[in-house]
């Protein structure tokens, strides 16, 4: 994912988050709906004062909308629990364990 798009999820989780539908936000945030739409889809980028709205229409801070180091795909987080795993061989059963109770 690319820097609009990180940000643009980040949006809509903390959106969700607070239980927000598009339309609320885009009216709190005093912009048309499918501008945020595409600004959650990672379409299109906001402006500086869109992004000033937006940030007080949900109410978190700025740096907040960065926050997205846990958006990770397959493959990464794939390629971590294996790295972890090799790296805590002992731990391999209890984490299968886990695993498979959750999958089935």
Do not use: C, W
Request: charged residues 25%; proline residues 2%.
């Amino acid at each position: 994912m690319n820097l609009k798009q990180n940000i643009g999820k980040r949006i809509q989780e903390i959106r969700k988050s607070k239980k927000l539908t598009q339309e609320k936000l885009s009216e709190l945030a005093d912009i048309a709906q499918n501008s945020l739409s595409n600004i959650e889809t990672g379409a299109s980028f906001f402006t500086a004062e869109t992004f000033e709205n937006i940030v007080a229409a949900l109410q978190v801070e700025p740096q907040e909308l960065f926050n997205f180091g846990h958006f990770k795909s397959n493959d990464e987080m794939l390629a971590e629990i294996n790295s972890m795993l090799k790296e805590n061989p002992d731990k391999i059963a209890e984490f299968y364990r886990i695993a498979k109770a959750i999958i089935l």
